[in-house]
């Protein structure tokens, strides 16, 4: 099992980014995906969920209205689309597959993937 998140980078504020978490060893559509992030000095947060078969979506407050979260299931991709970035988002994220449903707890993902690093800066 495989997770591989990608797409991070420098932007500055107001700008947009798309991270991809491309998974293989298990079937996509089995497991809810999330993606965490984890800012220098601080707790890794839950960022985003999006619930295994029906696609519920789930947000934290602080990215409501500016994140979506999408999968792909044919080509085994979650993508988080964040627009309208502010420098509060900077940090590492990861996405991480959770065999029964969303959770905003880390310990509940069975398999998580290697962090890509957004930094919002101008």
């Known amino acids: 099992v495989q997770l591989q998140a990608s797409g991070g980078g420098l932007v500055q504020p107001g700008d947009s980014l798309r991270l991809s978490c491309a998974t293989s060893?298990?079937?996509?559509?089995?497991?809810?995906i999330a993606w965490f992030r984890q800012a220098p000095g601080k707790e890794r947060e839950g960022v985003s969920c999006i619930s295994k078969h029906d696609g519920s979506t789930y947000f934290a407050d602080s990215v409501k209205g500016r994140f979506t979260i999408s999968r792909d299931n044919p080509t085994n991709t979650v993508y988080l689309q964040m627009t309208s970035l502010k420098p509060e988002d900077t940090g590492v994220y990861y996405c991480a597959a959770a065999r029964v449903f969303c959770s905003e707890y880390g310990s509940w993902y069975n398999y998580w993937g290697q962090g890509t690093q957004v930094t919002v800066s101008s």
């Open positions: 060893g298990f079937t996509l559509d089995d497991y809810a």
